[in-house]
């Protein structure tokens, strides 16, 4: 027997691509998260086996779709009670077609296992893994090395989130439009955790971990191409992709961190800020701009402008100060201390810094100790600064944060 031709990496991306469009047609057929996973597992499984012998069809979405989908339609078959006028309406439907043929529009399957990944009656960690295992089809183990946990403690929380589902019957559907501005925002929220722990790892040695990055970014394109009217949708891409854009610059050759006023312009991802500048265009021209389009807006100006010192910080500052209407929160108002300090000296920094000192959401938030150093530095207050960056040196857990923070101290304490 001739040995099985190994497969092109490319086929690695495109099955990870194709598995929530498989994932969110099964589940529409048998409304069953477990058994809808097991059959795509098969349908991936069989062009492992195929593929190599008879070649890549020239689509192969089609192909695992078919596959899938006739599945699918077996498996209802042979399941007890299926009545027999079932299956020639499913049949009819388009489940048992050629796989030359092109593979149906399945937008609505995937806003309904989004908006199910996110619904919530589910855990905020529950949401997170569930998303990155149905619609990124990352694996369990790769959620729990891009989140630094481990892989059981993953997988309980998978398990709690299905058996919810199952439990409370939660239903496989998009929301109806009057109930969309009550459940949209979880959705987002979840795909911006996803981008956040990509971009600022919060504990472990890597700065970035992009592929968590690139998956939130996918994640909120879609939705804003299932949702085209969605202006946060598009305002949460745009602020995603600007932000990814410094990652070249965000990280020096040793892996440690560089703050934005020491970055190397010339190595940001010009081409992510055009992608990032166009999902802004389209969320303004919904109107109504939210807490993610406004964000989108002040990564606007970073990228605009021609260095640090060009920056215009006066808008920066307006721009949280509408933010901080919206969304009232201790970290935007920290944002906002930064902007002003900026634009009027860190003086008036401190003074909104001084306002946050006992806001319980920033307890154990190594930025505040270490934004209150770092205004303190500037006014040449070094021993004080020292303090506050020892401070936020005891919050930190991500390696690279705590070298920059080491850092920091040392010039404080042999000051130029």
Known sequence: MTDRAPLPPVLDQLFRRESARLVATVIRLVRDVDLAEEIVQETLLSAMEHWPFSGVPDNPGAWLMVGAKNRAVDHLRRARGFSQKVAPVLLADGNAVSEAAEPEPIADDLLRLMFTCCHPDLAQESQVALTLKLLGGLSTGEIARA???????????????????????????????????????????????????????????????????????????????????????????????????????????????????????????????????????????????????????????????????????????????????????????????VAVSMAEGPEAGLAILDTLAEAPALKGYHLLPATRADFLRRLGRWSEAAAEYRRALELATNLRERAFLERRIQECERPA
């Open 147 to 337: 989140f630094l946990v481990s892989e059981p403690a993953v997988a309980q929380r998978i398990v709690r989130a299905k058996r919810t589902i199952a439990e409370r019957r939660i239903p496989y559907e998009v929301p109806p439009v009057a109930a969309l501005p009550a459940r949209v925002p979880s959705v987002l929220e979840v795909i911006y955790l996803i981008f956040n722990e990509g971009y600022s790892a919060r504990a472990g040695e890597a700065l970035v971990r992009t592929e968590l990055c690139d998956e939130a970014i996918r994640l909120g394109v879609l939705l804003g191409e299932l949702l085209p009217e969605l202006g946060e949708a598009h305002g949460l891409a745009a602020l995603m992709e600007i932000s990814a854009s410094r990652t070249p610059a965000r990280v020096a050759e040793s892996g440690d961190l560089v703050l934005l006023a020491d970055q190397d312009r010339a190595r940001w991802d010009r081409v992510r800020i055009d992608r990032g500048l166009l999902h802004l265009a389209r969320a303004r021209a919904q109107g109504s701009p939210g807490p993610y389009q406004i964000q989108a807006e002040i990564g606007a100006r970073h990228a605009l402008a021609a260095s640090w010192e060009a920056t215009d910080w006066r808008a920066i500052a307006d721009l949280y100060r509408r933010l901080a209407a919206l969304d009232a929160s201790p970290v935007v108002e920290l944002n906002r201390a």
